[in-house]
């Protein structure tokens, strides 16, 4: 007779078997307790041919869950059971008496898990087990009450979210090259067009002190008809016809206007011009203050609105960098900060009571700092072997990040500004940016009502 023929005759004592149903859609993130887990639960005192009758009449329990005054004791998983009972004279010792005697045969370490563990994270935990484990169920913990995962299961799961990582990576690789793209077609233009701005501005620029010269001149010959008493009065006539005096003291400020506006003017040009050249993947020497200034000069117009930028710049050498890409880091942090700051000035309820509690009015203010470091005093070294280190600090004095957003701020795609704002990619590039290009480190700092600082760590290599 047969083990299942003889089992078939047996009534089965088990409890009855219920299992959670698989969420349809798996995400990165997913649990166990998103997939199916079979809650199948025998007694310590129940029979092996309770057992046996119970894997007979479903054949998709992977094993059972053994209980004594409901707590949890053990676990049998099908291969196990029916390798044991195939051995010979099993049936005879074991059929008829309790799983308890059985269970201290087959006894083995088993894998339990909480129902809160990552799904990638259960299926390395899974794969550590020794060879003769490996295809053993893991028990899953709900609270007071254990199931079951079939190890099949877990993989068929695993290779979906394997799938689904492929695809967000894709995904976030299309966005990245877009991104550079864009950004390399940015700085064509933006190098084109400051090229073409430059040209006329000297132009101006160079002729305004020849201009200014000339004034000089004629204003001197003025003096010298002056001096000739024939003509001096008709010389005074005309001077009252046209204010002179005013002519003569506005002339000069207006030369020096056009020469401070043209010298402005070329500034932001050239600043232009730096930044998109500096966007060329060129790893070499660079002075971190002048990519801070180009930056803060093509934000001036963000800036411009009682912002205070304060610089508290430290001594720093040339540091080898990839500067275009620490450029469009200085970007998007400084951006972010005058963003956080114009949402304050938009709330006045919240300037108002900030000014109520410190009793002093508040002033719009982004603060950048930069100072050399050494290892000992960094707390972020990670795997660098550079003994000095340099960190650039932008803080702002804005509305602050919340506590649940700040362990979301670096993730792609992750935005708290309307789509026609923000992408998502801003900080997660600063971050790829600091640390697999420069091998550096990027931390916020941020409390809600206070401000948000960032401190860029880069390691200074000889």
Same mark, same amino acid.
């Given at each position: 007779?047969?083990l ?8 089965l004592?088990?409890q ?18 998103e ?5 199948c639960?025998?007694?310590l ?14 054949p998709?329990i ?13 676990m049998?998983s ?13 049936l ?11 269970y ?7 894998l ?10 259960a299926?390395?935990?899974? *794969?550590?087990?020794?060879?003769? $484990? =490996?295809?053993?169920? %893991?028990? @899953?913990?709900?609270? &007071? ?10 993989l068929?799961?695993?290779s ?5 990582a ?17 950004l ?11 090229h073409?701005i430059?040209?006329?501005?000297n132009?101006i620029?160079?002729n305004?002190?020849y *201009?200014?010269n000339y004034?000089? $001149? =004629?204003?001197?010959? %003025?003096? @010298?008809?002056?001096a &000739?008493?024939?003509r ?5 006539a ?12 506005d002339?000069?400020?207006i030369?020096?206007s ?17 930044f ?18 180009n ?17 508290q ?12 890409q620490?450029?469009q880091?200085?970007?998007n ?10 949402e ?7 300037v108002?009571s900030d ?13 950048i ?6 290892r ?10 550079a ?12 509305c ?21 704002h923000?992408t ?8 790829q940016?600091?640390?697999e290009k ?25």
């Amino acid at each position: 007779m047969s083990l299942s023929q003889m089992v078939r005759e047996f009534r089965l004592p088990v409890q009855s078997s219920a299992s959670v149903t698989a969420s349809p859609s798996l995400k990165l993130n997913s649990v166990l307790g998103e997939l199916s887990l079979h809650h199948c639960q025998a007694h310590l005192q129940s029979t092996a041919q309770d057992i046996a009758r119970r894997f007979d009449a479903d054949p998709m329990i992977p094993g059972v869950v053994l209980v004594e005054h409901h707590q949890f004791m053990g676990m049998i998983s099908r291969r196990r059971f029916l390798e044991r009972m195939s051995r010979p004279y099993a049936l005879e010792l074991f059929l008829q008496r309790s799983i308890q005697t059985l269970y201290r045969f087959i006894a083995h370490e088993f894998l339990v898990l909480p129902s809160e563990t990552l799904i990638v994270d259960a299926v390395q935990q899974s *794969l550590q087990r020794s060879p003769e $484990d =490996l295809y053993e169920p %893991i028990v @899953v913990q709900i609270g &007071d009450d254990y199931r079951l995962l079939d190890i099949h299961q877990l993989l068929l799961a695993h290779s979906r979210i394997h799938e689904l990582a492929k695809q967000v990576i894709h995904e976030q690789t299309q966005a990245q090259m877009f991104q550079h793209e864009k950004l390399a077609s940015l700085g064509r233009l933006i190098a084109n067009v400051s090229h073409e701005i430059l040209n006329p501005v000297n132009f101006i620029a160079g002729n305004i002190n020849y *201009l200014g010269n000339y004034g000089q $001149d =004629l204003l001197a010959l %003025i003096d @010298v008809y002056d001096a &000739d008493a024939d003509r001096a009065d008709a010389s005074a006539a005309m001077k009252q016809e046209i204010e002179f005096d005013f002519l003569k003291k506005d002339f000069a400020e207006i030369i020096s206007s056009m020469r401070v506006g043209a010298d402005r003017l070329r500034k932001i040009a050239e600043s232009l011009r730096t930044f998109s050249y500096q966007h060329k993947d060129e790893y070499q020497a660079t002075d971190i203050h002048e990519c801070l200034e180009n930056t803060l000069v093509i934000l001036s117009t963000r800036l411009r609105h009682s912002v205070t930028v304060v610089r508290q710049y430290g001594d720093l050498p040339m540091v080898s960098v990839y500067p275009g890409q620490l450029n469009q880091v200085f970007m998007n942090l400084i951006s972010n900060a005058a963003d956080a700051i114009a949402e304050r000035q938009q709330q006045p309820s919240r300037v108002e009571s900030d000014r109520s509690l410190s009793g002093v009015d508040w002033q719009p203010q982004i603060t950048i700092t930069t100072r050399q470091l050494t290892r000992e005093e960094l707390l972020h070294a990670g795997d660098s072997d550079a003994d000095r280190w340099i960190c650039i600090s932008i803080d702002d004095n804005g509305c602050g990040i919340p506590d649940d957003i700040q362990e979301r701020i670096f993730d792609e795609f992750f935005t708290t500004k309307p789509v026609e704002h923000g992408t998502g990619l801003g900080l997660a590039i600063c971050r790829q940016i600091v640390l697999e290009k420069h091998g550096g480190w990027l931390h916020l700092r941020s409390q809600v009502g206070v401000g948000t600082g960032f401190d860029i760590f880069l390691p200074m290599h000889d």
